[in-house]
């Protein structure tokens, strides 16, 4: 996987049929990161790589990975991604200056849009564990019910706040705000 959202979405669909690994130094911010050559080669060995689309992991494009491998979890739902205006542009520290320009990567932070994704892995892992399809099943049922909880949670905060103005540390909260 190439972010934590992926890795909990496949441990919590796929139980203990799955293996999920996130390489990313745990010191280091997953969507700036940028593997090694090992790195690379264990994404190649693995049986599925799950991507966050939208254009996080960048480097990807620039890896060869097996295709039959790749699954893009916001294929489904390009028609609902934010497309970013205005870029800033600003640093974290020594890595120096960077923009954030395309598409608002932090899916995840819609729930309905991580239903999606959720569901996106709980396909891929069905097709290639058919055995485990109904365990996928049911697991995807509850992370559903849990997402949809957290929706609704974060939709009275939303009403709460109404139109107070809020400050972000980082411009990467689109999808909580649209």
């Known amino acids: 996987v190439v972010n934590y959202p992926l890795k909990y979405f496949a441990q919590r669909?796929?139980?203990?049929?799955?293996?999920?690994?996130?390489?990313?130094?745990?010191d280091v911010d997953p969507v700036y990161w940028t593997p090694g050559i090992a790195d690379i080669g264990a994404y190649q060995q693995a049986d599925l790589i799950l991507l966050n689309?939208?254009?996080?992991?960048?480097?990807?494009?620039?890896?060869?990975?097996?295709?039959?491998?790749?699954v893009d979890t916001t294929a489904g739902v390009r028609n609902r991604l934010l497309e970013l205006t205005g870029t800033v542009?600003?640093?974290?520290?020594?890595?120096?200056?960077?923009?954030?320009?395309?598409?608002?990567?932090?899916?995840?932070?819609?729930?309905?849009?991580?239903?999606?994704?959720?569901?996106?892995?709980?396909?891929?892992l069905s097709d290639r564990l058919p055995a485990a399809a109904a365990s996928i099943a049911d697991n995807l049922?509850?992370?559903e019910a849990y997402l949809t909880a957290?929706?609704?949670?974060?939709?009275?905060?939303?009403?709460?706040?109404?139109?107070?103005?809020?400050i972000f540390s980082h411009p990467v909260y689109q999808y909580l705000i649209a």
């Open 89 to 124: 542009t600003h640093s974290h520290g020594p890595e120096g200056e960077h923009e954030h320009h395309g598409w608002a990567f932090t899916t995840w932070l819609d729930p309905t849009l991580a239903m999606d994704q959720a569901r996106a892995v709980a396909a891929a």
């Open 141 to 143: 049922t509850a992370l």
């Open 53 to 70: 689309g939208a254009g996080y992991a960048r480097w990807v494009e620039r890896a060869t990975l097996p295709s039959s491998k790749l």
């Open 13 to 26: 669909i796929g139980g203990d049929d799955v293996k999920a690994t996130l390489p990313v130094p745990e």
């Open 150 to 166: 957290l929706d609704a949670r974060l939709a009275a905060a939303a009403e709460t706040i109404d139109d107070e103005p809020l």
